[in-house]
């Protein structure tokens, strides 16, 4: 590259300088890690395990680069930078074209000149690369300050925030899937716990309907059955009823006029268990009979045997009539019951 042609280039590049300062902005290089920003020394080994990690890089001037002749790498140059392609695209750009032009011509100072010249452009654009979280571009550019100069201040802090920002970068893609999986199991717990519920309202919803539907059925059977005349169970038979004396009434306003004579005395019903177990017994009933002669209350006194007779004996009784003498007596009766 001529003298002429270099000192064109640095009043250019001198301008394309100040518009990339002025486009990196401050939050963008506090977002970089390890001191990639702040300018903080970063422990070179460490930063080259972190890119040795990583697959092999990319060589930094392409094949079809390499392949150009000297006088074509240096005429493609020239209109990169009159295009203003200082470091892009790959394969495209004036710093691809200056390191081919360097590695057939080591000893031509023009073309040393430019490199020095690009170098900080290229940098700037590496560190924009990162705060954009587009890691392969930085890795890209970071490969063209390598082979420009191996020793270059920036390319520590910039090989610790590329693999910092690789780290962060796989950590946050581990959140938000961990967090989409988790929503995921959320929604399809939500489902299965609206199925069940709506499952249990279903069947709730049936044992209610069976239910009402039975009570409609017995609702509707019920006037059939009270216009059927009762019958008597057949192995039933009347138990014979022994009068005894009563002792003195037992309400305050009982008469003591004497026993009140019976006028109409149903038998009692056999219970259907004691029935069919041949079991006899007799219940002893107490008996308070109104002025009109109707049963006003009755209750046991003696059973045997206990509770098997007892409600077929109070039922009975509650319908007998006595003989009307305007005043209230009580008296006691003793109701036999025999299978036989």
């Known amino acids: 590259m001529s003298k002429h042609s270099l000192t064109a280039l640095r009043p250019v590049a001198a301008l394309a300088l100040l518009g990339l300062l002025a486009a990196c902005s401050p939050k963008q290089a506090e977002t970089t890690t390890d001191g990639a920003a702040t300018g903080t020394p970063t422990d070179p080994a460490t930063a080259a395990q972190a890119v040795a990690a990583d697959t092999p890089p990319k060589p930094a001037v392409a094949a079809s680069v390499q392949a150009m002749s000297a006088d ?5 140059a020239n209109k990169a930078l009159g295009q203003n392609r200082i470091y892009a695209p790959g394969g495209d750009n004036a710093m691809e074209y200056y390191l081919a032009l360097r590695d057939k011509q080591p000893d031509d100072p023009a073309t040393t000149s430019a490199l020095t010249d690009l170098m900080p ?3 700037i654009a590496a560190e924009q690369s990162i705060g954009r979280k587009d890691f392969e571009e930085a890795k ?3 490969a063209l300050i390598t082979k420009a100069d191996p020793k270059a201040p920036a390319l520590p802090r910039l090989s610790a925030a590329i693999a910092g920002g690789e ?13 989409a999986k988790a929503a995921a199991d959320a929604k399809t717990k939500e489902v299965q716990r609206v199925a069940e519920q709506a499952a249990q309202q279903k069947q709730a919803a049936d044992a209610l309907a069976a239910q009402q539907r039975e009570a409609a059925r017995a609702e509707a059977a019920r006037p059939a059955a009270a216009a059927a005349p009762p019958r008597q169970a057949p192995a ?6 022994a009068e005894t004396p009563a002792p003195a009434p037992a309400a305050p306003a009982a008469s003591s006029s004497g026993e009140r004579r019976l006028l109409s005395a149903p038998p009692p019903r056999y219970p259907m268990d004691a029935l069919r177990a041949s079991t006899s017994g007799q219940v002893v009933v107490e008996i308070t009979i109104g002025g009109d002669g109707d049963v006003t209350n009755a209750r046991v006194v003696e059973a045997s045997p206990p509770r098997v007779f007892d409600r077929a004996a109070l039922t009975a009784v509650k319908r007998w009539k006595f003989e009307p003498t305007g005043s209230v007596s009580t008296t006691r009766r003793t109701i036999a019951f025999n299978p036989g």
């Open 72 to 76: 074509d790498l240096r005429a493609a």
């Open 121 to 123: 452009y290229t940098v």
């Open 140 to 142: 890209r550019l970071q």
């Open 167 to 179: 780290k962060l970068l796989a950590q946050q893609t581990t959140d938000e899937a961990s967090k």
């Open 236 to 241: 039933e038979r009347p138990a014979p009823v």
